[in-house]
């Protein structure tokens, strides 16, 4: 198993290195000069000149492809262009905030998500199905950060229930808890929508596999088929849907921290993107980069927990 | 050698398609939700086309005294920040809504298809680095990868649609490729490739053909997602620059006036909502018609 990891964790590389390679192109085929977009039309040449400098752009562009690996490889993302401080320390204070968020929403989502599937694919074709799956389409319908608003409004604008604006930092975990909740019901609830259909037709098959109507023919009660018989197999399609999944709640999050004002990853890359920022940017961009691949090897590795012939592979 | 086998297949071939069709068409019919979903987008498509008849006013004209008045007869969802009808600007930006919508899935469509093609078909190096690029590219998230390009394109409608189209090739790509595959060892393929037909043709007249319905099942699918990363984008402030009406940039705006005045952000978000559950439950009866284990 530790080799089969140290394995899959080699292999991470040359993916990580591809997604690198295209930030990088894709930052750089901006048209017209970063400098000028940074400060205006009406910069002086000395100005310009100083920023591009500072920026590495007066180097050939295969040194500051270079100057960028090798930055990468030391830790260091580069400052940012506005506010001058290195964009790590600005990544770093707020990614507590994205993890936290993403975390419960992954619990939401699954803790819904699978017993609603399940129980539309058992009740097949029934009201209960139709019900499930229509629900489900509406949810996959609504981008976050409508479900987010229609919440803010009833829970917080007309109950008062939880506060519209979730800033509230770690020292307080109660209150903190208290601020996420809406947040991380509007990122849940979408990525609830696609656990649910995911699960629906994964069982499907199962359903209709030999096994479980030989064991539903020999008499044994219809739950413990369902939990011993088709979810176990049917949670190995599901595991290796997550990464999809975890993708899913990466590009919610941008909307719901946008929608509830949350500090968080999201928030500092739609602040970057509008400040013109283009280095920040960038190191929120490799920073993803980075949990993608991750999630992506970690799944894999769920994967060949919950399925032991995959490891012979 | 060419006349005898098209002698002998012209006969069976046109019913076959006519009848093939018309068991898709029962099947989609029998499909209420694809049905009832199909006339929505009818609707939606036409609430477009016609919105200068149907919209009570001007959606760009402002009126400062009349600010963010509720709703009344004249204007039956009130009034935003800068006094224009909320309900003629919700009709025409189902105009942008669609715009974008359709010709992102078209433009990326088209690239991302022949990107899958040609992988699938050449295989070799060709395959390992086009494919290799659409799973990195596949592997982030549609709005950080629009907000990206936007970022690096600048506003306006069709850098949007550009940025959004962006996001579809590798989608479309992956399901062209996969499709590709199996078709290239089928015995037509090889057949024609024997007679010494040129690849180009083989893949035009033979390949495309034969990926085709699969593709604009997903199409439908798809532009329900390109719809909703516009208004996600927009309402970042990425999109259509203001004052051209869209629906996400005034769910932005109206989210100051949340409490006091709803209807400026919930009322568009309904349009919203409503267009791409149209797309997507059209998407999922056509699904359902190709892939009936999939369905009901």
């Known amino acids: 198993m530790l080799r089969f990891i140290f394995k899959r964790l080699l292999l991470g590389i040359p993916t990580l290195f591809a997604v690198l390679t295209i930030i990088f192109l894709l930052m750089r085929v901006a048209p017209g000069d970063p400098a000028y977009a940074v400060l205006g039309d009406y910069a002086t040449d000395d100005a310009v000149a100083a920023l591009r400098t500072q920026m590495g752009l007066d180097k050939p562009v295969w040194q500051q492809y270079l100057d960028y690996l090798g930055g990468i490889l030391q830790g260091d993302l580069g400052d940012s262009l506005v506010t001058r401080q290195p964009a790590w320390i600005q990544i770093r204070t707020v990614l507590p905030y994205t993890l936290e968020l993403t975390a419960a929403a992954i619990v939401i989502a699954l803790a819904i998500g699978i017993p609603a599937g399940m129980l539309s694919a058992v009740r097949r074709n029934t009201f209960v199905d139709y019900f499930v799956r229509v629900i489900s389409l509406a949810g996959l319908s609504a981008p976050a950060f409508y479900i987010g608003l229609l919440l803010m409004y009833f829970l917080s604008a007309k109950a008062g229930w939880f506060p519209a604006i979730s800033t509230a930092g770690f020292d307080d975990p109660l ?19 696609y656990v649910t259909r995911m699960t629906r037709s994964v069982m499907l098959n199962v359903l209709s596999d030999d096994y479980v109507r030989t064991a539903r023919a020999k008499g044994l009660p219809s739950r413990m088929v369902m939990v011993r018989h088709a979810l176990r197999p049917g949670l190995v399609p599901i595991v290796a849907l997550t990464g999809v999944f975890v993708i899913g709640l990466i590009g919610g999050s941008v909307l719901t921290e946008e929608v509830f004002a949350r500090p968080g990853l999201g928030k500092l890359m739609v602040g970057a993107t509008t400040r013109r920022d283009y280095t920040l940017l960038q190191a929120i961009m490799v920073v993803y980069a980075l949990i993608i691949v991750l999630v992506n090897i970690l799944v894999d590795i769920i994967y060949t927990l919950v399925d032991p012939r995959m490891r012979k592979r | ?133 659409v799973d990195v590219l596949l592997a982030f998230p549609d709005l950080i990868m629009g907000l990206l390009v936007m970022a690096v394109l600048g506003p306006g409608l069709g850098k949007l649609i550009l940025a959004i189209a962006f996001t579809m090739i590798p989608r479309f790509a992956r399901i062209a490729y996969g499709q590709t595959l199996v078709l290239k060892e089928r015995e037509f393929v090889e057949a024609s490739h024997a007679l010494g037909q040129r690849t180009g043709v083989i893949l035009y007249r033979h390949i495309a053909p034969n990926i085709a319905g699969e593709l604009v099942v997903l199409a439908s699918l798809w532009t329900a997602s390109a719809i909703r ?9 990425l999109g259509v620059p203001p004052p051209t009406p869209t629906w996400g940039q005034m769910i932005r705006e109206g989210t100051v006036y949340l409490s006091s005045l709803p209807l400026l952000s919930l009322a568009p978000g309904v349009a919203l909502l409503l267009t791409v559950f149209a797309f997507n439950l059209v998407g999922d009866g056509l699904r359902d018609v190709l892939d009936p284990r999939s369905g009901k």
């Open chain 2, 1 to 133: 050698m060419t006349a005898t086998p098209s002698v002998t297949m012209a006969p069976t071939a046109p019913i076959a398609v006519i009848s093939e069709r018309r068991r898709a068409w029962r099947a989609f019919a029998r499909n209420r939700s694809a049905v009832v979903g199909l006339m929505l987008v009818i609707l939606i498509i036409l609430v477009a086309v016609f919105a200068p008849v149907l919209a009570p006013h001007n959606p760009l004209t402002q009126s400062v005294p009349n600010r963010l008045e509720g709703p009344s007869r004249d204007y039956l969802l009130g009034r935003d920040a800068y006094g224009r009808d909320v309900l003629s600007r919700i009709i025409y930006g189902t105009r942008i809504a669609l715009q974008v919508g359709i010709f992102s899935v078209l433009l990326g469509g088209f690239a991302g298809t022949a990107i899958g093609v040609v992988a699938g078909y050449f295989g070799g190096k060709t395959e390992a680095v086009l494919m290799r690029l």
């Open chain 1, 175 to 193: 209150e903190n808890l208290h601020a996420l909740v809406l947040p991380a019901i509007t990122l849940g609830l979408v990525e609830t929508a």
């Open chain 2, 229 to 237: 990363l516009e208004a996600s984008l927009s309402f970042i402030g």
